[in-house]
Structures are given as C-alpha cells and as structure tokens.
C-alpha cells in the first residue's frame, strides 16, 4: 500500500490488474484504516479511471458470494449516493413500485455512508432481517417481486471498508463501485449518477458488460431523477434531455424530497409513498424514477404508459403489499 500510495501522489494511475490487486487485499483484510483512508481519500483529489474502476470490479465481483436467480428477468434500480443532497429513500421505494407493476427487483445495497438512510437502514428501522439465505431471498424474489441483497453479506470488501466509508461521512470511489458489483449481475439496471462525468463511464461499461442500463443525472446534482430540475438519460438509444413537463410533471423544490435529519424521518417519508400518501414531489419522483425502470425491462413502453403503471402501483395498493408481502418474509 505505502508504494501504491507514493504512486498515485505522484499523479499516476493504476492498471486495471493493480486495481484489481489492491482490492483483493482489501477484501483480505490486509490494509489497516488509516491506509484505506489515505487510499480512499486520493480518489477525492482527482478522478477515478474506467481501468481501475474496472480492477476494482474485477475483484469484487471475483470473491463475492454469488447469487443464482436462473436467469430471472430482473432490475437492479440503485444510485451511487453521493450527491449530498440527503433525499429519502427514493430508490428503494422505486423497487416497491415497479414490482407492484408486476416486474422482478434484485437490489443491491447497504448502509447510508455519506447520508443519512441508506437503503439498509430504512429497510432495517422496519424490521428486515438481512440474509444470505438462497432459499428466502428466492421466495422473497417470487412472492414480493423484490429481493434485497445486503452487500457487505456478499462482498468481503464491502465489508471491510464499511467502518472507515462511515468513519469519513463523504463520497468514496466505493459509490461508483455499488451499482457495478451486484452479486447477481442482472441484465437490467437502472442507474443514478451523481455527475455527467460518471454517467459516461457506467455508459462504456454497460456497452461491454452487454448490461440494459439506464443512466439517470438530474442537472442540479442529484443521482436520480428528482423533478427539480432538467435531468438527463442515457440508454441504448443515446442521450436524451428531459423538463419534468416533458413527462407531465411539476418542477419541484428540493426541500419538498428531503429525507429528513433521522432514519425515521426517512423511513415515514417512504411509508407515505408506498401508501399513496406522501406529497407531490415525494410521489412524482418515485413515479418518475419507477417509469425509466419499467421502459429499461420493457423496451417499446411508451413512457407515459410507463407513468400510469407506475401510478396504478401506488394508487391500487399493489406497491404497499408488495412492500408488506417482503417484509413478511423478511423480518422472521
């Protein structure tokens, strides 16, 4: 680590076979904290590359405990945080909607790192019990449409960097890395970026990978699209930009999607949508986000028949019992 570190305070850049090395490592436990903060913290000072962004993927993915689905037809809908705008729980209750429309999320996430809830946490202040147990996650999949994967259960480098992500409270290249290391490796993702920059990174990796990806940035900086402001979206057909009245939405405040100062202020936030309860912002985003989802697994979808699906998820009570049938099944 002391030689790679002089390295990159040099200006240099890793191999993608140096990446991959330095993460095995880390997944072995063989760096203390202060090393990985030193690490961690070069990535700040300058951006991180498509090779060692990919060496790092390499060995994630080389020593994660895999998931096998039988080549389900499913989404992973995931942001790679980030952005500092402490919103709540937006793509987490994405998940619910599009499964209330009948489709399949696997997603893949962990503890909120540099805001206040991540995807674990509010899915925990509700009673969910993570588990690596092939057999439930599969009738969580079947019977929830959604089946949620903690990462640090099924990556050892998640795991081991967990204390000191926290310990600094701010972006890491471990938020670019989330989204690319899915135990599973589902053919289908929507994915939110914090910058233009990234998006064009995850687009020359998903074109490799043969991955259906999605790539959402709001232009105000949030990784998702928010509905404060133009956003844009890259997927097989290019890039596009989009008003929020392009989809037949308001341009919202963004105090109005908030997650609040606590888990459980997030958390009530999210049991609003689901219920069909929460306010104009909080509802158009998560419809919104849930579209881009639904035309991704459904190529030809026009998207404002994307909308009144996800609309018809929320407003039948299909989304809150999906949410209500995993977490039944989740919370033994």
């Known amino acids: 680590m002391k030689e790679l570190l002089y390295k990159m305070f040099e200006h240099k850049n890793l191999s993608r076979e140096e990446a991959r090395d330095v993460m095995l490592n880390i997944a072995d436990g063989r760096y203390n904290d202060a090393q990985l903060s030193a690490f961690m913290t070069v990535f700040l000072m300058r951006s991180i590359t498509t090779a060692e962004l990919t060496g790092f993927r390499d060995a994630i993915l080389e020593r994660r405990l895999p998931v096998d689905f039988d080549n389900v037809k499913a989404i992973d809908i ?100 989330g989204p690319l290391v899915n135990p599973m490796r589902p053919r289908y993702q929507l994915l939110g970026v914090y ?56 341009t919202h405040q963004q105090c109005d999607i908030y997650g609040g100062d606590t888990i459980a202020e997030a958390a009530a936030i999210f049991d609003n949508v689901l219920a069909g309860k929460a306010n104009a912002a909080q509802r158009d985003c998560v419809v919104a986000n849930a579209a881009f989802a639904l035309t991704t697994l459904n190529p030809g979808l026009p998207l404002d028949e994307a909308i009144a699906r996800a609309n018809e998820s929320i407003y039948s009570g299909k989304a809150l019992a999906a949410f209500n049938k995993f977490l039944e099944i989740n919370s033994l």
């Open 195 to 250: 910058n233009l920059k990234l998006m064009r990174v995850y687009e020359y990796i998903a074109q490799n990978e043969g991955v259906a990806c999605t790539i959402v940035h709001s232009l105000d900086g949030y990784d998702e699209i928010s509905l404060t402001s133009p956003f844009k979206v890259s997927d097989a057909a290019g890039q596009h930009l989009f008003l929020p009245s392009d989809l037949g939405f308001s």
């Open 78 to 177: 995931v942001g790679t945080g980030g952005d500092g705008k402490n919103t709540f729980n937006i793509s987490t209750a994405t998940c619910f909607v599009v499964a209330g429309a009948g489709e399949k999320v696997v997603k893949h996430g962990n503890y909120g790192a540099s805001s206040v809830s991540g995807a674990s946490n509010v899915l925990e202040h509700h009673g969910v019990k993570f588990t690596a147990d092939a057999d439930r996650l599969r009738r969580s999949l079947d019977e929830s449409g959604v089946c949620y994967l903690h990462a640090p259960f099924f990556s050892p480098a998640l795991k081991s960097v967990g204390p000191v992500r926290k310990a600094l409270a701010v972006r890491t290249f471990f938020n670019m890395l």
